[in-house]
């Protein structure tokens, strides 16, 4: 059974300030997606990860995949309050397999 | 371009009764996938669905259950609710099979 495991789960972070949140997962894969939650909201797409070693950036956001590790992590930069919220990372085993497996969050809170 | 709609938003039920919720993907998208969100559990995979079809189906009972139609819309059946049924119901639609999820606002079900 696919076990994903995010931490920390809870962060509060000041703004201006730089940190990284894991992403841990048992089962060999290669497809790895983070998702952002607003408080109410739905699922935002974020970053989609195919390949091992891969990375990609967006704004104040960086995620990169180690396949062989087993590890993606999510890093911010600079933090602003706006990037406040709830952030998924899941995991995608192929072939659509149970769909995807959810880590349980990372609430976080960027304090000005 | 619309994103997934889903339908009713908010609803709420009593225990032993049944719902039915809607979800219209995004146009030209062929799968849908449903998720339970809850606090305790976190976001799990329901089913989904590709071309009418079934393709897999998550570790939930057989009160819930779910269909798509030749337009690709989809709906989800949970019958004789439970307490612990209630939960945000989030559907997700993508091109094809391993393709990216783009998810609705949900539906919000309250079961008293």
């Known amino acids: 059974e696919l076990k994903v495991e995010q931490n920390p789960l809870f962060l509060s972070m000041q703004e201006g300030k730089n940190y990284t949140i894991y992403c841990n997962y048992s089962?060999?894969?290669?497809?790895l997606y983070w998702y952002r939650q607003d408080p109410g909201k739905s699922l935002e797409s974020l970053f989609v990860?195919?390949?091992?070693?891969a990375v990609k950036q967006e704004g104040r956001l960086m995620a990169s995949l180690d396949t062989k590790a087993r590890l993606s992590t999510l890093h911010i930069t600079a933090a602003v309050h706006d990037l406040s919220a709830t952030y998924f990372c899941a995991v995608d085993l192929g072939g659509g397999a149970d769909g995807l497996t959810f880590g349980k969050g990372t609430h976080l809170i960027i304090q000005p | 371009k619309a994103g997934v709609t889903q339908t009713p938003r908010y609803l709420i039920k009593t225990r032993g009764q049944q719902v039915t919720l809607s979800c219209s993907p995004i146009?030209?998208?062929?799968?849908v996938s449903w998720y339970q969100q809850t606090p305790g559990q976190g976001l799990q995979f329901l089913f989904e669905y590709f071309s009418e079809t079934q393709r897999n189906k998550g570790n939930f009972p057989g009160r819930f259950s779910g269909r798509q139609f030749s337009n690709s819309r989809s709906e989800m059946n949970v019958s004789t609710l439970e307490l612990g049924d209630s939960a945000l119901y989030l559907c997700a639609s993508s091109l094809g099979l391993m393709g990216e999820l783009f998810f609705g606002e949900g539906s919000r079900l309250t079961v008293l």
């Open positions: 990860l195919l390949s091992n070693g």
């Open positions: 089962t060999t894969s290669d497809r």
């Open positions: 146009s030209g998208h062929r799968s």
